[in-house]
């Protein structure tokens, strides 16, 4: 046991502390780096390798081909839509929920992560029951002579229903363990309702509301299951970046696929990089 | 301004916080707002600044009506219990917020802000400290800060939430006298809240004694303690010992000299009221002297009555280092009691 020795004397305290031989932390961090490794990292390599496959050339040719620039466009569209929109909406209900006292607050409460509970498929299903020909507003809507599922619309409704919790769920915890003493103090000394939000709570939730809109909009371009259920698949029109890598893939378009795929995959990255560095700035204040 | 309560009640569901509340506080006075623990004093005080809103009654500023206002219009400086300082900004920002976010008329130049909040962070003692972030303070420093950010908008009423509740004890000693020089100075109305009796009494010009939503008296200080209304506030405005008429308690009573033909069926004793003689005839001596202990200039003296039966309570008196020395006892000698004077409630 001469590793033990040669240890700087800190880690060596914990080690007595915890009685864990030296090929069980090596044994335990070895399994976790290997589940990673298999389970994560091979996978996301394997994309962009079989993306690249036939060269540069094919994976770029496949990129700007119309259906891909269309789902790419409809993912960005729909991502703008709700994001800003499910912002709105998770900073509302944070604050009803931490500030004020109301009849059917723990339902409300439990309510929000409702999306997070059911399938995505059944979310995608409620709305097509919801508007769908058959649906409830269904003879109404085809009466005016408005499309919503099988259209742009119902994607974007449907992920709205999708991504709701994100922000609300990063704010609750943080608005309820900051209390509203300082917004009280700022109120107090003359301040209006918005003032005493902009200056006073906005700056103290920033990080974790970036965080919230960061997970937010990950979800919003990479969700499949719901949208999958009201889009129709039509190429072009209604197929997200996600949607799009499945009709690609069942075409046997592997380049196609995986092309599309790495941009998914790449947003993923730039996700998790950002999400780390959000983590390290709130983990600092 | 003055500030005029009337019938002033909250329940928070079934618990009733406040009930009927009647009080009139004159312009420029220091009052305390005295009471244990969960009494309801945060909930007045919030009413009164209009952070909550009362189920019955009427709060009046200077005359006016003010019961619906809301808070950011009253004009009100509130120095919250833990300080409520804003974290995110310097000290400098805290104190020039409530000036900045005046509406354009009557907001003051950038120029008269730095002034105006240099000068209240020179009265508070701290300017050096005016780029710092409120948890590089200390809590001392907090609290002053608070306040100065409390009184930059030149607040007609001033409340205090227990201002002094965190601090130890040396610090709260130094705060009191400060507040007081400061009151002073500015002389504008104030309300602090406490749940220390010494300090309400040190501060306060008057004295207003709360307990389970009610007020049970209010005075100046002097008049509170030696006219307590009724037992809750003797027993706590200072010590007292507390005597239960029985048949048994009655009787010693008379051996230290107070009449007991009197008033009621419960007596309170001050220890500065009881004074300690060595027994002529240790047969008949009214106590026993146990221990005592030096509180400074004044020394406590345990005493454990004399009397047949086995109700050997202890009493506790005080008196001044010097006398005690005179005396002469040592432990286990009987003693003399003559009692001055005492409290009676029914
Ligand atoms: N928002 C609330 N909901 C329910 N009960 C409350 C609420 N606020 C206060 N109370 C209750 O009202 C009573 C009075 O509370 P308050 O905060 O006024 O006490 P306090 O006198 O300030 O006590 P302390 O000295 O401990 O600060 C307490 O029993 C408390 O439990
Ligand atoms: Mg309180």
Redesign the pocket.
């Given at each position: 046991m001469t590793a033990n020795t040669n240890q700087p004397t800190h880690t060596r305290a914990y080690a007595d502390v915890l009685h864990d031989p030296i090929w069980v932390r090596i044994g335990l961090s070895g399994i976790a780096i290997g589940f990673i490794v298999l389970f994560l990292c091979i996978p996301l390599a394997l994309v962009m390798v079989e993306a690249f496959a036939k060269g540069w050339q094919a994976y770029w040719s496949a990129l700007i081909l119309p259906d891909t620039q269309a789902a790419m466009r409809l993912t960005l569209l729909t991502a703008m839509a709700t994001v800003p929109l499910n912002t709105f909406f998770g900073i509302a209900a944070a604050w009803a929920i931490t500030r004020f006292e109301f009849f059917g607050k723990s339902l409300l409460t439990t309510l929000i992560d409702l999306p997070f509970s059911v399938s995505p498929v059944i979310s995608g299903l409620i709305f097509v029951l919801l508007f769908g020909l058959q649906g409830w507003f269904g003879h109404w809507l085809s009466a005016h002579n408005l499309k919503i599922i099988f259209a742009v619309p119902g994607i974007v409704l449907v992920t709205l229903f999708i991504t709701f919790p994100f922000v609300a769920r990063e704010l609750i915890p943080l608005m309820q363990e900051m209390g509203s003493e300082e917004e009280e103090a700022a109120l107090s000394l003359g301040a209006t309702g918005w003032q005493t939000f902009f200056l006073i709570t906005l700056p103290n939730i920033k990080w974790a509301l970036l965080y919230g809109i960061l997970l937010c909009n990950a979800r919003a371009m990479g969700e499949f299951g719901a949208v999958s259920v009201v889009s129709g698949h039509i190429r072009g029109l209604t197929n997200t970046l996600p949607l799009h890598v499945e009709v690609s893939y069942n075409e046997y378009d592997a380049v196609g696929a995986f092309a599309s795929a790495s941009i998914l995959a790449g947003l993923a990255v730039v996700t998790l990089v950002l999400k780390t560095a959000l983590e390290w700035r709130q983990g600092k204040k | 301004m003055s500030i005029l309560l009337t019938n002033i009640s909250k329940r928070?569901?079934q618990?009733s916080?406040l009930h009927d509340i009647n009080l009139e506080i004159p312009e420029g006075e220091l009052v305390a707002l005295l009471?244990p623990?969960?009494?309801?004093?945060?909930?007045?005080l919030r009413i009164i600044a209009g952070l909550e809103k009362a189920d019955h009654g009427r709060v009046l500023l200077s005359g006016e009506d003010k019961t619906e206002q809301h808070v950011s219009h009253r004009g009100i400086g509130f120095v919250f219990?833990h300080y409520a300082l804003f974290r995110h900004m310097t000290v400098f920002n805290n104190v020039a917020f409530g000036l900045r976010v005046k509406n354009r008329r009557q907001r003051p130049s950038e120029a008269q802000i730095a002034s105006k909040v240099h000068a209240l962070l020179e009265l508070v003692q701290l300017d050096w400290l005016h780029d710092r972030y409120p948890d590089q303070l200390s809590g001392g420093q907090r609290q002053r800060i608070a306040l100065a950010r409390a009184l930059a908008v030149e607040p007609s009423v001033l409340l205090l939430d227990?201002p002094f509740g965190a601090l130890d004890a040396s610090v709260r000693k130094d705060l009191r006298q400060w507040l007081r020089n400061l009151h002073h100075e500015l002389n504008v109305t104030s309300i602090f809240?406490t749940?220390d009796q010494e300090e309400a009494m040190e501060v306060a010009s008057q004295v207003v004694v709360l307990n389970h939503g009610r007020i049970e008296q209010q005075g100046s200080p002097s008049d509170i303690y030696d006219h307590p209304a009724n037992e809750f506030v003797s027993g706590f405005i200072g010590q007292t010992n507390v005597f239960t008429l029985d048949a048994h308690d009655a009787e010693w009573l008379q051996t230290t000299g107070l009449q007991v033909t009197q008033q009621g069926a419960i007596a309170h004793v001050r220890p500065h009221d009881i004074e300690i003689t060595k027994a002529l005839d240790s047969s008949k001596a009214t106590a026993v002297l146990k221990d005592w202990q030096h509180l400074g200039a004044l020394i406590r003296i345990e005493l454990i009555k004399n009397t047949d039966n086995d109700k050997k309570t202890t009493l506790f008196a005080e008196m001044p280092n010097e006398q005690f020395k005179r005396l002469q006892v040592n432990k286990g000698d009987p003693v003399d009691l003559n009692i001055r004077q005492a409290h009676w409630f029914h």
């Open positions: - | 928070f569901g618990f916080a009471g623990s969960g009494c309801g004093k945060t909930t007045l219990q227990e809240v749940h």
